[in-house]
């Protein structure tokens, strides 16, 4: 069993900050071929995730923020932008659950 503690996602975050991505994974799943990825991944201002999408029709996409807040964009498959939406703990907007299926039918 993993707990996930403050002290757990203060070292995260230490990390984070100190990494040059100003990001740090922390993996709950045992090895990347695991077929469910499920990780903490502290993510600092002025960090970047370029737009990506899985192909893969059984690999849905979650974001559970614990702390501050995130921006989601959703794009066709010409660039466009669909959809924007910040998920922030002080609104209580804290989940967003991107089916797979949401990026096929794009």
Known sequence: MKIIDKNLLDGLTHEA???P???KNYNLHPTDDFCCHRLLNAI???SYIRPHR???PVKDESFVILRGKLGILTFDNAGKVLQTT???TATGTIIADIPTVFF???
């Open 17 to 19: 900050q100190a990494n």
């Open 21 to 23: 991505r100003l990001r």
């Open 54 to 56: 899985h192909l893969d």
């Open 86 to 88: 910040i998920l922030d």
């Open 44 to 46: 600092e201002p002025d």
């Open 104 to 106: 096929i039918r794009q």
